[in-house]
C-alpha cells in the first residue's frame, strides 16, 4: 500500500489539491504497477508562518513583493 505526503503552502483552492491527488495517484499507479485503491495520498496545507526559506517565512516574503499602500 503505497504512501504519499505532500506538504503545501496553505491557501490554493481545494478543486487544485483535489486535482493534484488524482494526478499523483495515477503516477503511482503507473509507477509502481499498484492499484489506485490501495494508494494514500495526504496532503499537509502549512500555514504561510510556518515555512521558511533562508530565515524567511513565505508570509513574511509575500508582505516584501507586496506593493507599499
Known sequence: MP???VS???GRP???IR???SAVTSAV???LDAPPESI???VTEVPLT???TGDVTLQEKQQQSSPAR
Open 3 to 5: 504512501l504519499v505526503q
Open 8 to 10: 503545501v503552502r496553505a
Open 14 to 16: 481545494a478543486e487544485n
Open 19 to 21: 486535482k493534484m491527488i
Open 29 to 31: 499507479a503507473e509507477s
Open 40 to 42: 494514500r495520498v495526504i
Open 50 to 52: 510556518h515555512w521558511a
